[in-house]
């Protein structure tokens, strides 16, 4: 069980409070997940400049780690900006990076260290423990952006720590986040699969192989509502996924219903959770909600 | 009459309060800003009227036995779950499983229904006035199911003597299930029962299809490996 939650604006220039908006809904899911809480904002771009954060470890003394990761960077070249918070490097990126390259580089400084995300709008934040620690910690409620993805989760099958966590991001495709609530009972044929290909899993968390799939199946060439299409195909078990990139927010509900997903669209945004009392707890007005339907997939797009 | 203001507090204190309010002998209870808190309103066996003015969550009105329950929005999973007897009157759309394994009373919903709608319902009415999920009546021992729009896939699957009655196109039949034509007195208490409670329909009973099971599947001898075979 776990909470998924996402949230979209129709319009305006990215300044709309998209974080107190997702953190409010996962406050109100926080009972589904109490091991951990994350989220995944689009912000306004960065002059065509990549926003790349890099998770420094689970403990230890981060802030030597960060120096190691800045000193570093400088003969990297091609970046900027470079901060830190929480567990989190955070730095700019030209818009001509080889990122694969880049993630590369970053992740052989240390072995705790991991490419968190990469996109022109994208930042994901994300660790142990409840959506008031992650307030807490990175003022999740101060940041604004045009949509996000938030998730909450109670560990089923896999570790407790920062990696396992969710949001997931596509290593090596930007702006691509994905939220899971569910089981890939075919993950482990998957991953075989794709570890053939050469592909790199950075955990053991089923979820994982989602974020995956849509960005092999993008970058393939499909758009996301056939990708999402394709996945109900391919992916076997029970779930329920929102999906984001730069300017989509989308999801897909499995062949048997067997987890919850209820969303609502009005003339100014869209709001998509696990239960309906998130998307109440934060959204107040007059609408409707509703359950998707079985096999259900929508992508919105700005 | 009584009014009880939800604000911040838990669905345990709300319900305490619920029960409070009967108990002093209030018959009309309304309920504000609901939340979509879930287990709201279960297991009240007085014949009162309730109504949630807002969404509901998960198994709100579980279990009743009289009363009759109005929710102004949507409502989560479960919803009158095990009732025995009463009204659930839904103006929105319900979530997975609803009215599943109710015993007796009336469930409508007036907008869409999700997956599992009337799961194992043992006797009662349920009528929507959108379509329904997937495997709506699975397993159904007894009662009716209405359906003015859509039917999901898997519809009626490995139903005992539900009968279920579809205004619209069904996606797929379940195991065991098929179709007739409703005879008059069908159609009549269909054209009667949507007057009464969905009169926004504008469906008439003889257009919809009678749904139940083709009795193959639960009524065969193990000897009779062809029919059974053919039941699956």
Redesign the interface.
């Known amino acids: 069980m776990c909470g998924i939650v996402g949230f979209f604006v129709k319009d305006g220039d990215g300044q709309a409070e998209t974080g107190r908006t997702i953190l409010d809904m996962l406050r109100a899911l926080g009972c589904r997940g109490p091991d951990s809480a994350g989220v995944a904002l689009f912000g306004a771009p960065n002059d065509g400049r990549f926003v790349v954060r890099v998770k420094l470890g689970d403990g230890g003394d981060l802030k030597s780690r960060a120096w190691q990761v800045s000193a570093q960077l400088e003969s990297f070249g091609g970046t900027s900006h470079f901060s830190t918070i929480g567990a989190y490097a955070r730095f700019l990126a030209d818009g001509q990076t080889d990122l694969r390259r880049l993630t590369e580089f970053v992740e052989s400084l240390d072995r705790d260290f991991e490419v968190v995300s990469i996109g022109h709008c994208l930042e994901i934040v994300k660790q142990t423990g409840s959506p008031e620690n992650l307030e807490n910690t990175y003022c999740i409620s101060q940041l604004k952006g045009t949509h996000g993805l938030g998730h909450t989760r109670l560990s089923t099958e896999s570790r407790v720590d920062l990696s396992h966590s969710q949001p997931f991001w596509s290593h090596g495709f930007p702006d691509l986040a994905i939220v899971h609530n569910g089981h890939i009972t075919n993950y482990h044929q998957l991953r075989r699969r794709y570890e053939q290909r050469g592909v790199r899993f950075y955990t053991e968390n089923d979820s994982e192989v989602v974020a995956i799939y849509l960005a092999q199946q993008l970058c393939a060439g499909s758009s996301l509502q056939e990708a999402l299409e394709r996945m109900l195909r391919d992916l076997d078990g029970s779930y329920s996924c929102l999906v984001a990139t730069e300017r989509q927010l989308g999801f897909v509900k499995d062949p048997f219903a067997l987890k919850p997903l209820v969303m609502t669209e009005t003339a100014d945004f869209v709001a998509v959770a696990t239960e309906e009392i998130a998307i109440r707890a934060a959204l107040p007005g007059v609408y409707s909600v509703r359950e998707a339907q079985v096999r259900e997939v929508r992508v919105w797009q700005r | 009459m009584a009014e009880i203001i939800c604000g911040a507090r838990p669905a345990r204190e709300i319900n305490a309060e619920i029960r409070r309010a009967i108990a002093a002998g209030d018959r009309e209870i309304i309920v504000q800003d609901p ?4 287990n709201l309103g279960v297991a009240i066996l007085e014949p009162v009227r309730i109504r949630f003015v ?2 509901v ?2 198994y709100c009105a579980g279990l009743i036995d009289g009363p009759r329950v109005e929710i102004d ?2 409502a ?2 479960g919803l009158a779950e095990s009732m025995m007897s009463g009204e659930v009157i839904v103006r ?5 499983g609803a009215a599943a394994a109710i015993r007796g009373g009336t469930v409508v919903i007036h ?2 229904a ?3 709608l009337g799961v194992s319902m043992k006797g009662g009415t349920v009528l929507v006035a959108g379509r329904c ?3 709506a009546g699975f397993m159904g021992q007894k009662g009716r199911l209405v359906v003015c729009g859509d039917a ?2 898997a519809f009626a699957d490995s139903m005992y003597e539900t009968v279920c009655y579809v205004g619209g196109r069904i996606e797929g039949l379940g195991t065991d299930a098929v179709i007739e034509r409703p005879s008059a007195d069908e159609a009549a208490w269909l054209d009667s029962t949507l007057a009464q409670y969905l009169p926004g329909a504008r469906r008439r009973g003889e257009d919809f299809q009678k749904v139940l099971a083709g009795r193959k599947l639960w009524n065969f001898d193990k000897r009779e490996w062809k029919v059974w075979q053919e039941a699956l």
């Open positions: 939340g979509a808190r879930h807002g969404s969550g998960y929005q949507s989560g999973w929105g759309s319900a979530g997975n907008g869409d999700a997956a599992r999920g997937y495997m999901g896939d």
